[in-house]
């Protein structure tokens, strides 16, 4: 499989996989915490809304909620529109359920209140259940939004007063984010929320158009954005305005909602402003009533838009991270996050809603996965780097050269004393020449395989091959105890293991050969030699060209070494001196050469 295409395979993979993740629900939770942090913030109110509120203040002064009757409520519409029309609320919001009939004369009087002001919404609650509907073509489907009956308020109250539900639906993970803006009956008449007829009644009081309806999805729910969180619209004490200590023209032109303002009233939730304190009802509809009357509408941007999005960029990252550095893979993650955040509350600001979560998780994964997959193709690679040159380079150097720390790879060299050999192959030439090339290859490839496993062996290290001469070193390019004993016993190793290879090859072609050695010890430079796009790794300097010499003259099946070899292992050789007998190229007078006998 060619390598693009198996990236794109991958990229595919990956993205469907993320994309199905996404698509699950799994994150649902942790994407809404996100989108909640990012995107809900306090802002500053215009002060056109207050709370009316049943706190303790007034529990504690007016008695138990349960023991208060309607006339409370008929006395506060009368404080807050008092005798002045031109200062008034706007809009007086009532959340609170006066269903079923109490005292005639108790209602009626709260009924008259509302009908006089002319600016009072009244409270309705919308019941729904589980219910199995039928349709036309005789199916039908189980629904939980069906509608079992409706808690209008006393009849005298809802014709004296707009009527506005004051339902909620909490998202799947138990927050308020959403308000239904209207409600289908089965009769084919629509309940508008309470909220909207309090903005659309503050609009026409002021002069201003009516509020636009917000977009909102199948079952009516729009996207609430809370402008304050808990505690944050200004609340005066039901009590207060009882006593006339605050007086109708404190809320002038504004929107009054008068509701419970006290935990014990059991009419709390949680929103999506803050998850650890509660909002009471009064708040959320307080949030919701200023989010209609700016008009500042969010759509949410639908899930499977968002699938589809994160689908291509997951696709992307994918083959962006491909083969990269781990500090440009980095940068991209950063980049990449920070860019999704950015364009997210652009977005936002511009009315889309978006995941803020789902793409930076994705390039986080991505950018994990990358990371880890070009660290096992690394390792790979190194791998397979050392088992390729591993047949031709000692160990020892690949596992020097892999090292990410070492400075190996460059040209140059260092001066260290080492041990050389050269071991060649006597008659070679003459039997080349009247065999085949097969025949010839595969004489030579035992001889070298042989001469290779004597070195490795002995811990040496295989410079080269030089047509049917090896070359090795010791002590080098890692420090060795004994190496000048280990490149000797390398040497009579070959010696002993050529005479049935010799006989061997007697018997198969009628000609024998052998091997002349040649040993010698001392300071050589030692590295990578040549150029930058080829290098040997080699040493070079007098001790190797005397080594070489030391083997050119060697007939087959002897060993010659230097005396500065015998000196260094006087005692755990045997050696045979030929003096000076022999010249060396390049030597001056006096040179000793021994022939190595043997292991003392």
């Known amino acids: 499989m060619k390598k693009k295409t198996k990236r794109l395979i991958t990229a595919l993979t990956a993205a469907a996989l993320i994309t199905a993740l996404s698509a699950s629900g799994l994150l649902y939770r942790i994407d809404c915490l996100v989108s909640d942090a990012l995107y809900q913030s306090p802002q500053a109110l215009d002060g056109n809304i207050f709370i009316v509120g049943i706190d303790a203040q007034s ?45 005639p004369k108790i209602d009626s009087y709260l009924a008259q209140a509302a009908e006089e002001g002319g600016n009072v919404v009244a409270a309705c609650a919308v019941n729904f259940t589980s219910a199995f509907v039928e349709t036309e073509d005789g199916g039908g489907y189980m629904t939980d939004y069906f509608i079992e009956s409706v808690d209008y308020p006393f009849d005298g109250l809802e014709s004296a007063a707009e009527v506005g539900h004051i339902n909620s639906m909490y998202d799947a993970d138990g927050f308020l984010r959403h308000q239904i803006f209207k409600i289908d009956l089965p009769d084919g008449e629509s309940l508008a929320s309470f909220s909207y007829l309090l903005a659309c009644k503050y609009a026409e009081a002021n002069g201003l158009d009516a509020p636009k309806p917000p977009p909102t999805d199948a079952r009516g729910n729009w996207y609430l954005p809370y402008t304050g969180g808990p505690g944050t619209f200004e609340c005066i004490s039901l009590c207060d305005v009882l006593s ?166 460059g040209l140059g060299g260092k001066l260290c004393d080492i041990a050389v050999l050269f071991v060649d192959i006597r008659g070679f030439t003459s039997m080349s020449e009247v065999l085949t090339p097969p025949q010839v290859v595969e004489i030579l490839n035992q001889y070298l395989s042989l001469t290779t496993d004597c070195v490795l062996k002995n811990h040496g290290t295989l410079d080269k091959f030089v047509g049917d001469c090896t070359m090795a070193i010791w002590n080098a390019p890692l420090e060795q105890d004994d190496y000048i004993m280990n490149a000797c016993r390398a040497a009579l190793d070959m010696v002993e293991g050529s005479k049935p290879l010799a006989e061997k090859l007697q018997r198969e072609f009628g000609r024998s050969v052998a091997f002349g050695v040649g040993v010698h010890c001392g300071a050589a430079v030692v590295g990578n030699i040549g150029a930058e796009i080829r290098m040997d790794y080699t040493a070079i300097g007098d001790t190797v060209n ?18 500065a070899v015998a000196d260094a292992l006087s005692g755990r050789i045997k050696t045979t001196s030929l003096g000076d007998t022999i010249k060396l190229k390049g030597k001056a007078e006096g040179f000793e050469i021994l022939t190595l006998d043997g292991l003392a």
């Open 244 to 409: 006339g200590e605050v007086g109708g023209d404190y809320f002038a032109d504004s929107v009054v909602i008068i509701g419970p303002y006290a935990t014990g009233l059991m009419d709390t939730v949680y929103t999506a402003a803050d998850h650890a304190q509660i909002m009471y009802g009064t708040e959320y509809h307080a949030n919701a009533v200023n989010a209609l009357l700016l008009g500042e509408y969010k759509t949410e941007l639908p899930q499977y838009l968002q699938l589809a999005l994160l689908f291509v960029i997951s696709f992307f990252f994918v083959l962006l991270f491909s083969d990269r550095r781990i500090w440009s893979c980095v940068l991209i993650w950063l980049l990449g996050c920070g860019a999704w955040l950015g364009l997210a509350l652009l977005a936002y600001s511009l009315g889309t809603v978006i995941s803020p979560l789902y793409a930076p998780l994705a390039i986080t994964l991505i950018f994990i996965g990358s990371v880890a997959a070009n660290y096992m193709r690394a390792a790979a690679e190194k791998r397979r780097v050392r088992e390729t040159f591993g047949r031709y380079v000692d160990p020892s150097i690949i596992k020097e050269l892999m090292k990410e720390d070492s400075d190996s790879l």
């Open 546 to 563: 005397t080594a070489a010499r030391l083997e050119a003259n060697a007939p087959g099946g002897k060993i010659y070494i230097s005396r």
């Open 59 to 103: 529990l504690e002064e007016l008695g138990p909620f349960n023991t208060w009757d309607r006339t409370v409520f008929a006395d506060v519409i009368e404080a807050l529109n008092g005798s002045d029309p031109s200062a008034r609320p706007a809009a007086i919001g009532i959340d609170v359920l006066f269903a079923g009939e109490t005292d």
